[in-house]
Structures are given as C-alpha cells and as structure tokens.
C-alpha cells in the first residue's frame, strides 16, 4: 500500500519501482501519482514483483 501522510502538499506524488528484467537490465516504471484532494493511497495488491525491487519518490514532496 502506498500512501500520504496528513503532511503531503497539494501536488502530485509520482512513485516508481526500480528492479530488472529477465535479461538482468535495470528498469523503472512508475507505479502510482498520488495527490492529497483526489487519490491519497494505491494498493499494491495485484502488482507481482520479483524481488529484489525499490520504491523511488521520482516527483513531489511527500511523505509517503
């Protein structure tokens, strides 16, 4: 689950996952822009990642 806090200013939140690919390439690709007034949290229950992978805040401020 991704989320903003109670502090997060009005703007968008873009979150990406880094991790790599079947041919051991690193990749990116964004997973969720969240923004306070219309979309505060993204559940990530569907999404399958291969570990190891790392959530980046690739745009905004948060907290996340």
Known sequence: MLCLTKRAEEECNVVEVMA???YH???AVPV???KLSCQFMFSLEDLQLQPPVTFCLKSGSGPM
């Open 20 to 22: 790599r690919n079947h």
């Open 25 to 27: 390439q690193e990749i």
């Open 32 to 34: 969720a822009n969240l």
